[in-house]
Nanobody
Framework: QVQLVESGGGLVQAGGSLSLSCVAS????????MGWFRQAPGKEREFVAA????????YYADPVKGRFTISRDNAKNTVYLQMNSLKPEDTAVYYC?????????????????WGQGTQVTVSS
């Protein structure tokens, strides 16, 4: 049974930074791409960033490009999301997800497993 556990969310002022972590267990972490998504109140869950199986390729949604960085440590079964220059519109529950294969994807349908989410709140 695959489990994904996020941590690192919290409350931060606009312009500040937060670092999210997601620890995976249950299958071979290094064989799968990973992604981060977010869901704000009243909105659909949206893609934020993705990283392929060995960290050699990353992809970002336009609203976070240049501010967020996704990375992974396969030895620790962990994927990270470093968030800088945060804005109030970044406020959401952030979810990590494990893809069904090695390739990155922006589609929720290409991810088999999801974490429980961690709240990020950015005050103005």
């Amino acid at each position: 049974q695959v489990q994904l556990v996020e941590s690192g969310g919290g409350l931060v002022q606009a312009g500040g930074s937060l670092s999210l972590s997601c620890v995976a267990s249950g299958r071979s972490f290094s064989s799968y791409a990973m992604g981060w998504f977010r869901q704000a109140p009243g909105k659909e869950r949206e893609f934020v960033a993705a990283i392929n199986w060995n960290g050699g390729f990353t992809y970002y949604a336009d609203p976070v490009k240049g501010r967020f960085t996704i990375s992974r440590d396969n030895a620790k079964n962990t994927v990270y999301l470093q968030m800088n220059s945060l804005k109030p519109e970044d406020t959401a529950v952030y979810y990590c997800a494990e893809a069904r294969d090695r390739r990155t994807s922006t589609s929720r349908n290409d991810y088999d497993y999801w974490g429980q989410g961690t709240q990020v709140t950015v005050s103005s």
